[in-house]
């Protein structure tokens, strides 16, 4: 196809490489208008996240990890110098 430079040798990197970022291009352009278009159920997803969300614990508001980083002290003079 492009890029040859004559009967039997390689094609250039240089071609695959456009050939295949075009590709890319092409397919993640449809990927973002399939996502974007009216296809999706967006109040269905945020009831799903929601929902999801509603379940997991999370340690800022249970403080599990509150005694372990209040007992951290950083401090640079304590630290050996270079070896």
């Not at 970022?21 to 967006?42: E, H, K, N, R």
């Not at 372990?68 to 270079?82: F, K």
């Amino acid at each position: 196809m492009f890029g040859s430079d004559g009967e039997g040798r390689r094609p250039s990197i240089l071609i695959g490489t456009v050939k295949m970022a075009g590709a890319v291009a092409v397919l993640a352009y449809g990927a973002s208008v399939w996502l974007s278009g009216p296809s999706l159920d967006y109040r269905a997803l945020s009831r799903i996240a929601s929902a999801a969300t509603r379940t997991l614990d999370d340690p800022i508001t249970t403080g599990s990890i509150r005694p372990a980083a209040n007992s951290v002290r950083l401090d640079p003079c304590v630290l050996p110098g270079p070896r």
